[in-house]
């Protein structure tokens, strides 16, 4: 059972649009909701990370909207770039101390 | 600081072999992972540990052991390789205290084939 649910699947965006992944997760017992940002034979490496308690948190381009109530989080990527073309996934930190991923969103942003 | 490492960085494999996937992290991380990530799935914990001489297993331990004899070195080992078992493996660490627990750090991935 996917305890986090991300869409969509795959994004494209011309250089300058707005990229938006969302995620949704089931379990109340998360505290921490990180993006990792994944390049081409590389490893996932950490993006941009909220808490419950905030409604959004922005660095840089990069936005996390949260909606605690519709337990639901979304990555806005404003002016995307050539170089943020990666593979992006959500996560979730449960109070026991464990991580759950989403599947993942290819994105491509077109020049 | 080299952070986690990861050897070999590819590995083909016939049915039936054995063999180790080794990490190691220098940050003095306690709690240490293996995830197996298939395209469309996501990551998927297959073990963990948090700290020496402890190990536990995750969402898909089936067909693999883990040992911590040390801080440092988180050995995955492939008892009789599978095709079901080819796969990117990413080896992670992080802290274990308040402050350290959410900031996980991935190695670059061992990309294993099984023929």
């Known amino acids: 059972q996917q305890q986090v649910k991300q869409s969509p699947q795959s994004l494209i965006v011309q250089k300058g649009g707005i990229s938006i992944i969302n995620c949704a997760y089931e379990n109340t017992a998360f505290d921490y909701f990180p993006w990792y940002q994944q390049f081409p034979g590389k490893g996932p490496a950490l993006l941009i990370a909220i808490r419950p308690d905030v409604s959004e948190k922005k660095e840089g381009r990069f936005t996390i909207s949260f909606n605690k109530s519709a337990k639901q989080f979304s990555l806005h990527i404003m002016d995307s770039q050539p170089g943020d073309s990666a593979t992006y996934f959500c996560a979730a930190l449960s109070t026991g101390n464990q991580f759950y991923f989403g599947t993942g969103t290819s994105l491509t942003v077109i020049p | 600081n080299a952070g986690v490492t990861q050897t070999p960085k590819f590995q083909v494999l016939k049915t039936g072999q054995s063999m180790t996937l080794q990490c190691a992290q220098d940050?003095?991380?306690?709690?240490m992972s293996w995830y197996r990530q298939d395209p469309g799935m996501g990551l998927r914990l297959i073990h963990y540990?948090?700290?020496?001489?402890?190990?536990d297993q995750g969402e898909v331990p089936n067909g693999y052991n883990v040992s911590r004899s040390t801080t440092e070195d988180f050995p995955l080992r492939l008892l009789s390789a599978a095709p079901s078992q080819t796969s990117v493996y990413f080896c992670?660490?992080?802290?274990?205290?308040?402050?350290?627990?959410?900031?996980?750090?991935f190695g670059p991935g061992t990309r294993l084939t099984v023929l």
């Open positions: 540990s948090v700290g020496a001489g402890i190990t």
């Open positions: 940050m003095n991380h306690e709690y």
């Open positions: 992670a660490s992080r802290g274990i205290g308040t402050a350290q627990r959410d900031e996980q750090f």
